[in-house]
């Protein structure tokens, strides 16, 4: 336990550093707001964020931010079933689901899938962004089973 | 993939082997003292000495390292690929040796992990400087390294395929009817499918059964022209074929959990082999999880892609099957110190020269060393054979 930890002022999870390409991802989570980065020159959405299209090699003035639907597939899903060993205490130290995600837009991403048990998560289970709130204000992008918005 | 390119084949061999393990998953050494006796056990095991060593290759500073053994190499190769990383060497090695830039190759490799933690010792972990694509958008959500990409692959095998625990877990008892045979690895107690399932789930569907092991470990190797191979101590064992292929680093960058890089790296090698998976005598695929040697069965081509789950279950696996895998007792059973792939190419040596004693397999005359490094990143793939193959 770092000292942090040990006077309660750790946050409860890892909370991500923001690179160069991702910065207006994370303000727009603020917000609750999901963006995808697309390229308009091939139509697809990229991510992670690049400075350049990795499906067509378009630079930076073909990318665009899209606000995505929220809505996705679970593609697959596994239980941590011990926390303590992947350094996470987010989950109070009961298991939790740790899920790649395909948002609508065509982009695959990692998440939780919250709001279930997580051993009842699915590969081609039906999710819906939810968010966490992070100590400087921006939101995790978690997800929760169901078409509704959050 | 057509007219490739054949002058790798036979044009470079393994001659030296050596590598240090305990039943205890300790060693009593570490760090540079490790590795250089390793190199000169491996160069003594060919008939060479250090004078003769002029290309090195160390995943983190072969240049470090071609230092502190005080040779100055016409060839370094620092490629670090993970666990596959000493599979790259010998795909580059044979190459170098093929276009005469070097002659004499070590590839080197300790690590200590078990005994870092029970001595205290402090390891030196290179950080990242700044963002980096992992720690932005995967580790806020807790996946554990490095069994949770592995999890996510076997979960989506499961789905597309339906595979099943059980099946995964054939291929932990098969390894450790091996590792049974090995006076040196680190397990030996025979289990079974049940005993697998029985043990605590980890990141689910993943076993701690279905996961490698933590030990200490370290091995070589030594490489020369085919020619010189014929001149020295032992048997060469010759480079047939080797290939690499990544196509992603972090989980979520992997095109389809089911199908790995291998599926380039495996045809590729058995081409410029002129072999197919059927002539294999011994399967060397790293099996740092249960899922990762079934992939390598599909992706080489030992089965169809989605039936790795009904072939294993068969028992080819094992003592006496067709297909003998990991017959030093593998990752899962034999070590693990972190990358694996450097005992692939001992155990795939040893086999090939008639040296693995109750374990040999009978009349083994091409073997593949299969390495995987990172999260199902990177797969290497090198054909090794003996004198009769060429």
Redesign the interface.
Same mark, same amino acid.
């Given at each position: 336990m770092s000292p942090e930890q040990a006077a309660g002022t750790a946050p409860a999870? #890892?909370?991500?550093? &923001? $690179? &160069?390409e $991702?910065a207006a991802f994370w303000e727009a989570t603020r917000e609750r707001r999901l963006l995808v980065q697309w390229c308009t020159s091939c139509d697809r959405g990229v #991510?992670?964020p690049r400075v350049f299209c990795p499906h067509c090699a378009a630079g930076a003035d073909a990318l665009e931010w899209r606000t995505a639907s929220g809505r996705a597939t679970v593609? =697959? =899903?596994?239980?941590?079933? %011990?926390?303590e =060993? =992947? $350094? +996470?205490n #987010? *989950?109070g130290g009961k298991p939790?689901c740790? +899920? !790649?995600v395909d948002l609508e837009e065509g982009v %695959?991403? !990692?998440?939780?899938v919250v709001g279930c048990p997580p051993?009842d998560v699915? *590969? $081609?289970m039906p999710v819906t962004v939810a968010w966490e709130l992070l100590s400087d204000g921006r939101q !995790?992008p978690l997800f929760e089973p169901g078409q509704m918005a959050s | 993939m057509t007219g490739m390119d054949r002058s790798l084949r036979g044009a470079a061999a393994i001659v030296g082997v050596a590598d240090d393990v305990s039943p205890t998953g300790e060693l009593d050494r570490f760090g540079r003292e490790l590795e250089v006796a390793m190199v000169l056990d491996a160069l003594a095991d060919a008939g060479l000495s250090l004078s003769d060593v002029d290309g090195v290759c160390h995943p983190e500073s072969a240049v470090a390292f071609a230092e502190y053994l005080g040779v100055h190499p016409t060839f370094v190769e620092s490629t670090m690929t993970g666990g596959s990383s000493y599979e790259v060497h010998v795909e580059h090695a044979a190459a170098a040796i093929a276009a005469g830039v070097c002659d004499v190759v070590v590839s080197v490799y300790a690590a200590t992990p078990r005994s870092d933690r029970t001595q205290g010792r402090r390891r030196e972990w290179r950080r990242p400087t700044g963002p980096n694509p992992m720690a932005e958008w995967d580790m806020p959500y807790g996946l554990r390294t490095p069994m949770g990409p592995y999890a996510l692959a076997a979960a989506r095998h499961m789905h597309e395929f339906g595979t099943t625990s059980e099946q995964l877990a054939q291929i932990a008892v098969s390894t450790r009817q091996w590792a049974a045979l090995n006076p040196r690895a680190r397990y030996r107690d025979l289990i079974d499918i049940d005993d697998v399932l029985a043990s605590p789930l980890q990141v689910s569907p993943l076993h701690l059964l279905d996961c490698c092991l933590v030990t200490d470990g370290a091995g070589a190797f030594v490489m020369t022209s085919a020619e010189r191979a014929r001149t020295l101590a032992k048997p060469p064992v010759f480079v047939l074929g080797a290939a690499t292929c990544t196509d992603h680093m972090v989980i979520g960058q992997m095109p389809d959990l089911t199908t790995t890089p291998g599926a380039v790296s495996g045809p590729r090698a058995f081409e410029m082999a002129g072999m197919e998976p059927g002539d294999v005598d011994v399967l060397m695929g790293y099996d740092s999880f249960t899922i990762t040697a079934l992939l390598h069965l599909e992706d080489l081509g030992f089965c169809k892609k989605g039936e790795g789950g009904p072939f294993v279950a068969d028992g080819h696996l094992g003592p006496g099957g067709s297909l003998p895998m990991n017959t030093n007792g593998g990752g899962l059973s034999f070590t693990h110190p972190g990358m694996y792939g450097m005992f692939l190419i001992t155990e795939a040596a040893r086999q090939l020269r008639g040296e693995g004693g109750a374990r040999q397999v009978a009349g083994a005359n091409v073997a593949v060393a299969h390495g995987s490094g990172m999260f199902l990143s990177v797969m290497s793939t090198a054909v090794l054979g003996t004198e009769a193959t060429l």
């Open positions: 999870r #890892f909370e991500p550093p &923001v $690179g &160069v $991702g #991510f992670y593609y =697959a =899903a596994v239980v941590e079933h %011990r926390p =060993a =992947a $350094g +996470a #987010f *989950s939790y740790v +899920a !790649l %695959r991403m !990692l998440t939780n051993d699915r *590969s $081609g !995790l | -």
